[in-house]
């Protein structure tokens, strides 16, 4: 009996001691709620007094002010913040006598150089109908947007004027080196020696063996990824001596290219330890940066090669270039080759360098992929064709730039 009453006494404390810490839990979730709701008026209040002049505030407010240091700190630098955001997602053009004007610098800065190395990205495609990433219309801010992606048949696209002119440079031996983010081949297909290139995100024409030692290549004249993502790299074609399975050689977003070829990494690194110019071409460098043997920042700032920036778009290097210049990378090219007196050679399909350097493929295998081939007919001497707009499916174009997000695909 004793021991009966015992418990319910006990029972009715705990369930006392219940009802106490949900009050009381429920009191300090109100101050809480109270406090964010204060804290809302105050900012409220202070982003009001904000927006009017200095002369224009009356003494209440400026007293306002003061009382409320903080929230008037954190409220400006969020407008600092949002500032900065949108100028560096903005395009800006610099006008035609400013572009001459600096032209004419980045001339005599390639002159001078002793080691010039250019970094060119997705920029450097956009005349050849491959748009760009990071630009108001690039394929990443669109898959962002959640808005489909859609582009000319990649395999259509030929090299550009700024191809063609860094090809230029360095058969002049201007240039010593290129390292390349794009995947779309066109710097080989230009006809810039292999050698002189480190195509760091891959080559979509380039399938591998990696069982073969050295790695073999195999060369094709069509986009090998369509069957290809993000640690799938499987073409489903296989190695003519091992038999093993072929593999793309393109890099994804949050994957580590280890690949000698085309990546070339040490040509990279090399170039970029003994360079002395760097000259940037259409990139807006986020994931170059990371890149860290590209930089030179083990060297004190005043051994570190000069830098210039082409780019229309905000880049993280641009406190450290020498000269940004903001212009589309085909007319900056046109006004420096110009002023080099050097003349700008039309890409010529017939010495496509992609046409002797591919594998043909065995009869077996002729059905293994539904891309369009390339094709070398003659008459089609430089002709830059704008073809209109299928959707992309598959493959390299865009995969991995969206982390992760399913990606919206078009349907035709
Ligand atoms: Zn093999």
């Not at 006990?10 to 979730?29: C, I, P």
């Not at 150089?113 to 495609?125: C, D, E, F, K, N």
């Not at 395999?155 to 004027?161: G, N």
């Not at 043909?360 to 830059?384: F, T």
């Amino acid at each position: 009996m004793f021991h009966l009453q015992f418990m319910s006494l006990r029972m009715e404390n705990e369930s006392d001691a219940g009802v106490s810490a949900r009050a009381q839990r429920k009191a300090q979730d109100k101050a809480k709620i109270l406090q964010r709701e204060n804290q809302r008026k105050i900012f409220k209040l202070v982003a009001k007094i904000l927006k009017k002049q200095e002369s224009e505030r009356t003494q209440e407010e400026s007293a306002d002010l003061l009382q409320h240091r903080d929230t008037v700190q954190e409220l400006s630098s969020r407008q600092v913040r949002r500032n900065v955001l949108k100028r560096k997602q903005e395009e800006v053009f610099d006008d035609s006598e400013e572009l001459r004007f600096k032209v004419g610098q980045l001339a005599e800065g390639v002159r001078q150089a002793q080691h010039l190395v250019i970094y060119t990205g997705a920029g450097i495609s956009t005349s050849a109908s491959i748009p760009d990433y990071r630009g108001p219309n690039g394929v990443w801010t669109l898959l962002q947007k959640g808005q489909p992606v859609s582009s000319s048949d990649l395999s259509e696209a030929e090299p550009t004027l700024t191809h063609m002119c860094i090809r230029m440079l360095h058969k002049e031996k201007m240039v010593q080196h290129v390292v390349s983010q794009n995947c779309d081949g066109l710097h080989l297909r230009s006809g810039l020696p292999r050698h002189a290139l480190s195509e760091l995100h891959g080559n979509m024409f380039i399938e591998v063996c990696t069982s073969c030692s050295p790695a073999r290549e195999y060369v094709r004249l069509f986009d090998v990824t369509e069957r290809t993502a993000r640690h799938r790299h499987g073409t489903g074609r296989r190695c003519v001596h091992c038999g093993a399975e072929l593999g793309d050689t393109i890099v994804h977003f949050g994957e580590r290219g280890t690949l000698e070829h085309p990546l070339n990494w040490r040509g990279a690194s090399e170039a970029a330890e003994r360079a002395d110019v760097i000259l940037c071409l259409g990139s807006s460098l986020k994931v170059l940066k990371k890149y860290s043997c590209l930089w030179s920042m083990n060297k004190p700032a005043n051994r570190r090669p000069k830098l210039y920036i082409v780019n229309l778009q905000w880049t993280p290097k641009d406190d450290l270039a020498t000269l940004k210049i903001h212009g589309k990378c085909d007319d900056v090219m046109r006004v420096l080759m110009e002023d080099l007196n050097i003349q700008i050679p039309a890409y010529n399909k017939m010495e496509d360098p992609i046409f002797s350097l591919a594998t043909p493929l065995r009869l077996e295998e002729e059905d293994s992929h539904s891309r369009k081939v390339i094709a070398q007919s003659a008459g089609s001497e430089g002709s830059r064709e704008q073809t209109g707009g299928g959707a992309v499916h598959g493959g390299w174009f865009g995969k991995g730039y969206s982390k992760g997000r399913t990606k919206k695909k078009k349907k035709v």
